[in-house]
């Protein structure tokens, strides 16, 4: 399961990101080339370049997100002026 505190630095603000566990497999890449990006330059995995909002784009990246091998690949559903579902008060 993806870990929202292992996020990488390089994911773009909003819901979807990838961790650490990344293994730099290119298959989100491959399936959501306009959403996720590789960091040429430090750690060499992917991130999330930008978040999507079609629901198409969308669709790619939960595609990307159910077919990462290394589960890498989170969305937490909280747009970005809000806290993470556990820190919201009930």
Do not use: K, W
Not at 2 to 11: E, G, I, S, Y
Not at 18 to 26: M, N, Y
Not at 60 to 85: H, K, M
Request: one cysteine or more; proline letters at 11%; glycine letters at 4%.
């Amino acid at each position: 399961m993806p870990d929202l505190t292992d996020r990488l630095p390089t994911n773009i603000a909003g819901p979807y990101y990838v961790d650490s566990r990344c293994i730099d497999c290119d298959i989100c890449r491959s399936l959501a080339p306009g959403l996720f990006a590789r960091d040429v330059d430090v750690t060499f995995l992917s991130f999330v370049h930008r978040q999507p909002v079609t629901p198409e784009e969308i669709e790619l990246a939960e595609e990307a997100l159910q077919s990462c091998p290394a589960d890498a690949i989170g969305n937490d559903g909280v747009p970005d002026n809000q806290p993470p579902i556990s820190a919201r008060s009930a």
